[in-house]
């Protein structure tokens, strides 16, 4: 079984500054890992995913993550926030055992102020 | 349809009762999942449907709770005598297949309150 950490439930931020939302899984078999947004009533959109190779990933909106397997991490990045990614971000994993249910952390809610 | 369709989008209820959720998924998606989130929390796995089958039923709490999807499309949650700790938003997805490597789409759930 596997199981997600997000360090950080809310991280504010002003706008066009960077931001890092910080996730470690547990697993004990290889995994697949996931960052989904949430915007305010709208369902989960997928922002990248990491399956195998290289181990930093380009998602949508300027996002990307970098899988360290030593550290067991999966932290997401944008260099530039804007006001509209104020969201709640979730990061999730699936190993190769169950590799159609995800297990979510309980999310990091980013506050963008101008 | 173009996304995952979930409805009711709110539902309000009297502890005790029974609910349906409905969810319509995109046409073509073989494979159907439904999580619940509750508040504060990430979503957790309730069950995957592969076709009419449920495939993994494991995350479904108690007996109180079953789902079903007869035809291989719209699948409906069904919660008997539901109580206060059931409130949360359900949400569905659909992919074309069963795993994750072809990535899966979420609806904007249903909202269930039990009073």
């Known amino acids: 079984a596997q199981s997600v950490t997000q360090l950080d439930s809310q991280v504010p931020v002003f706008e066009e500054a960077p931001v890092e939302l910080r996730c470690n899984y547990s697993?004990?078999?290889?995994?697949?890992l996931f960052w989904y947004v949430q915007y305010p009533n709208q369902g989960l959109q997928l922002l990248l995913k990491?399956?195998?190779?290289?181990?930093l990933v380009k998602g949508i909106n300027g996002f990307e993550a970098e899988f360290n397997k030593s550290q067991t991490s999966f932290h997401l990045r944008k260099p530039s926030v804007h006001i509209s990614d104020t969201a709640e971000y979730f990061c999730?994993?699936?190993?190769?055992?169950?590799?159609?249910?995800?297990?979510f952390g309980a999310g990091t809610t980013v506050t963008v102020r101008a | 349809g173009a996304g995952v369709s979930q409805t009711p989008s709110n539902k309000v209820t009297e502890k005790g009762k029974y609910v349906e959720l409905r969810c319509d998924p995109i046409s073509g998606h073989t494979a159907l999942y439904w999580y619940r989130q509750s508040l504060g929390q990430g979503p957790e796995f309730l069950i995957y449907?592969?076709?009419?089958?449920?495939?993994?039923d494991s995350g479904l709490p108690n007996d109180r709770f079953f789902a079903v999807r007869p035809e291989g499309s719209v699948s409906t949650l069904k919660i008997q005598r539901t109580e206060r700790g059931d409130s949360a938003v359900y949400l569905c997805a659909s992919a074309t297949e069963g795993t994750l490597q072809d990535g899966y789409t979420f609806g904007s759930g249903t909202r269930l309150t039990v009073v």
């Open positions: 449907f592969q076709g009419t089958g449920a495939a993994d």
């Open positions: 990491y399956l195998s190779g290289s181990t």
């Open positions: 697993s004990s078999v290889s995994v697949y």
């Open positions: 999730a994993v699936s190993d190769e055992n169950d590799d159609y249910k995800l297990s």
